[in-house]
């Protein structure tokens, strides 16, 4: 399987709690609705969250940390192969949910600070 993971910024018009509520309560229905059509055959979302432990690591690693450094939070979706990623929009149907989906993004995520890469995953505990 192959995985296609965006590392996300929120637009500067929310707070990190209205984009994960809106995140997880209007964009992943839609994902979920959207899933067939697209070839997806999972979809985790990975929520930020304040954390002590999260600063010292990241300041011991001297990585910038902290409000507006920090992504608000991680989307990973499985797909079968690269093949069936570019084929996503191969379809009228894939075409329809992927425009949907893109227009919902525009709603909460600043696409000019977020960052989206393919990878496999290398498995080492689990």
């Known amino acids: 399987m192959i ?3 965006y590392c996300l910024h929120r637009l500067p ?3 990190r709690e209205e984009f994960q509520r809106y995140w997880r309560e209007t964009h ?4 979920a609705a959207a899933s067939e059509a697209l070839g ?3 979809y985790v979302q990975c929520h930020t969250v304040e954390s002590a432990i999260g600063d010292g690591t990241a300041g011991g690693r001297n990585m910038p940390h902290g409000e507006g450094e920090d992504y608000d939070g991680v989307a990973e979706l499985w797909f079968d192969s690269e093949d069936a990623v570019a084929a996503m929009t ?3 149907e894939g075409l329809r949910h992927a425009h949907i989906l ?5 709603n909460f995520i600043d696409f000019t600070r977020s960052r989206a890469f393919i990878g496999s995953e290398n498995v080492v505990i689990g």
């Open 102 to 106: 893109l227009e919902d993004e525009r």
């Open 13 to 15: 018009s929310l707070t």
């Open 40 to 42: 997806i055959k999972r």
């Open 3 to 5: 995985k296609l993971t």
């Open 28 to 31: 992943a229905p839609l994902v």
């Open 90 to 92: 191969a379809t009228q």
